[in-house]
């Protein structure tokens, strides 16, 4: 079983609509991060969160550290948006555990 | 700009072949890492490094190995050893892990191997 464990694998969306995407995790956690990889598969950090909500833009990303979930939001979804979509865990010692990443494809 | 950097983007070995990729860094992070990403899975953690002239195996260390003579530098070589090198390979850095503290990781563009 992994550490993390992201739902849905594939997400296909009309542009506009809102999207969620979801994150378990089984491990105790320093802190909870969104990534985003793109087709040409470089990543970036999207959220590092430890408790709570942060929102940039039109991207909101909670946690629920007693129920061990995070979900990525994101509002009035872009074909730019397009790209997989990676939840990861790290622990004190700064050590990641990935998720398999979701992919996610918006059409205009 | 500071940033990581890997190169190549892409490269092609014949089997048997040791590799070397590359990945430097000017965030003047203390910490870098080395993952493989393959598809359907996770990224997995084959070395890092936390302080020059140390480094750690991670989850799937055998067939490479990688050195750290200089912060800014950490590259990876495949050996003739790994019986799967063709992949993705990721490199990132971030602020040396402390146990009050958590980082971001800075990811690199990425070096796609193939081996026949």
């Known amino acids: 079983k992994n550490e993390v464990e992201q739902s849905p694998q594939n997400l296909t969306a009309q542009e506009g609509e809102f999207i969620t995407i979801n994150c378990s995790y089984s491990?105790?956690?320093?802190?909870l991060h969104w990534l985003q990889q793109h087709p040409g598969g470089g990543i970036v950090s999207l959220f590092m969160?430890?408790?709570g909500k942060k929102k940039h833009g039109r991207l909101i990303a909670t946690i629920n550290i007693q129920e061990k979930h995070s979900s990525l939001h994101i509002t009035a979804s872009h074909p730019r948006d397009s790209a997989v979509y990676i939840c990861?865990?790290?622990?004190?010692?700064?050590?990641?555990?990935f998720g398999t990443g979701t992919s996610l494809t918006v059409i205009p | 700009d500071g940033g990581i950097t890997q190169s190549p983007k892409y490269l092609f070995r014949k089997e048997g072949q040791n590799v070397t990729l590359s990945c430097e860094q000017n965030?003047?992070?203390?910490?870098m890492y080395w993952y493989r990403q393959d598809p359907g899975q996770g990224l997995r953690l084959i070395y890092y490094?936390?302080?020059?002239?140390?480094?750690q195996k991670g989850d799937i260390a055998e067939g490479y190995s990688v050195s750290r003579e200089k912060k800014e530098s950490f590259p990876l070589t495949v050996t003739s050893a790994q019986k799967n090198p063709t992949a993705f390979y990721l490199c990132?850095?971030?602020?040396?892990?402390?146990?009050?503290?958590?980082?971001?990781?800075?990811f690199g563009p990425g070096t796609r191997l193939t081996v026949t």
């Open positions: 990132a850095s971030s602020k040396a892990p402390k146990t009050s503290g958590h980082y971001e990781q800075y």
């Open positions: 491990v105790g956690i320093s802190a």
């Open positions: 969160l430890s408790s």
């Open positions: 990861a865990v790290s622990n004190t010692g700064n050590q990641f555990y």
């Open positions: 965030l003047n992070h203390d910490a």
């Open positions: 490094s936390q302080i020059v002239n140390d480094f």
